[in-house]
Every structure is written in structure tokens, then in C-alpha cells.
């Protein structure tokens, strides 16, 4: 893995050191400490797969009955749709940034119109 490819919060390793990079790795109390927020991002993003789940049952069922799209539905459904890509983001490793309620803010709608 080159010095690209590691993640920001990666511990670098002396390469002078006789140690094993592995087992440095494995010691690493940040690494493991990311990998504590990234199972607490697991069940964030699987309640937010419900909460968005219900919200497109919801604006299905008002455009059904009403005919018109409702803003305020629409607007959350965008702010959830936001935060899911934030969590996948943080959990492929494409961000350092962790998601609310663990660092970061949650998401506002900024679908243009």
C-alpha cells in the first residue's frame, strides 16, 4: 500500500524500526477507534435506510391522494438521501470525516430546483 492509498488517519510506521508493520497496525489505538465509529456508522446508515424507507411511502401516498409533491417531504427526503452518502463515504474510506451524531453536522437539502 503506498502512502496515497493509506487512510488520514493511518499511524505511519519508521521504516528503520525492526518492527513489523502488521503487528504495529494492530496496535494502533486510532485505527481501532475508527473501526468502533465505523460499526456505530452500520446501525446509523440502517436507520436511516428505515427512515428514508418511510419517507418515500410517505411522498408516494401524498402525491397519490393529493396530486402535488410535498416540499417538506421532498426536502427530508433529500437531507436523508445526504446523510446515507455521508455515512458510505466515511465507511469506504472516501472521507475522514465522521457522520452525525459521531463528529460531523447533519446534512441540510441542497437540491437545487
Known sequence: MSDQD???????VDENKSGNPIEENLKSRVTWLRGLFMLISCALISVAF??????????FFWVLFTGEVNRQIQ???QSVASYIYNIACYLT????EKPFPLG?????????D
Not at 460531523?104 to 437545487?112: L, Q, V
Open 75 to 77: 426536502q427530508v427526503g
Open 50 to 59: 428505515a427512515a428514508g424507507s418511510l419517507i418515500v411511502v410517505l411522498g
Open 6 to 12: 493509506r487512510p488520514a488517519d493511518h499511524v505511519f
Open 93 to 96: 474510506f472516501n472521507s475522514d
Open 104 to 112: 460531523g453536522e447533519w446534512p441540510t437539502a441542497n437540491k437545487a
